[in-house]
């Protein structure tokens, strides 16, 4: 994990994302896929636009987030897009390819 704090820390901004295909994990809210519009992490809230909750998914590769991050699904319970949605408790933000998103959107059910 301490591997993980030092690349992000490297980062200018996490607000780098801001406009650009991210997944979120909250604490409450679950998992989500979207364009990340704003970040408040002072109060750990995120706005996402054409959002979409990952109820349940198997990674086209690997077996995590960040996997499907990258890569993508093959399948699972994803919701379709909502236009925006403001989440809490969100605790990591992790940037995904526009590649990622498009399986995420092609497997909607």
Known sequence: MV???????????????IGKPVIIRGY???CW????QDNQPE????VLSNA???WSWKAKTGIC???????????????AA??????????EIIAA??????TIEDHVE
């Open 3 to 17: 591997g993980f704090i030092k690349i992000i820390s490297k980062m200018e901004s996490i607000k780098e994302l």
């Open 28 to 30: 409450y809210c679950g």
């Open 33 to 36: 896929a979207g364009i990340l």
């Open 43 to 46: 109060n750990k809230t995120v």
């Open 52 to 54: 979409h909750r990952l």
């Open 65 to 79: 987030l960040s996997a499907i991050a990258l890569n993508g699904v093959k399948g699972g319970n994803i919701s």
């Open 82 to 91: 909502v236009p925006i949605v403001q989440l809490g408790d969100c605790y």
């Open 97 to 102: 390819t526009k590649k990622a998103l498009q």
